[in-house]
């Protein structure tokens, strides 16, 4: 069987998110997670070994907690707010952000 160039380009990129270090971020992630933040999204992009989470915190407190906790676990070499903005529209006034983590290799932060 002979495969195209896009089939190959879509397998290798299917086989390099798969070969993300998944359970050393999830382990990470939920250790940082307190009861106050809703994880919305994660999007990796494993070509430049990042991760993009997108979450929702009840305060400015909360969400800068989190972005500092996140940069204490290993597998992140840095963290890095993206965006933050607070909903209008929904009557709890929560503040929906995006933060970027920056991936090590073998879990250990880079110099």
């Not at 999204?41 to 407190?61: G, I, K, N, V």
């Not at 290993?74 to 009557?91: I, T």
């Amino acid at each position: 069987m002979i495969l195209s160039a896009p089939q190959v380009t879509a397998i290798n990129e299917a086989v390099s998110h798969l070969n993300l270090p998944w359970r050393d971020l999830f382990d990470a992630i939920e250790v940082a997670t307190p009861p106050e933040i809703a994880l919305l999204s994660l999007d990796p992009d494993p070509e430049h070994q990042l991760l993009r989470l997108t979450a929702e915190a009840a305060s400015p407190e909360a969400m800068l907690d989190y972005v500092a906790s996140l940069k204490q676990q290993a597998v992140f070499s840095a963290v890095s707010m993206k965006r933050h903005q607070l909903d209008a529209q929904d009557p709890n006034n929560v503040l929906r952000f995006s933060v970027t983590l920056s991936l090590t290799a073998n879990g250990k932060r880079m110099k």
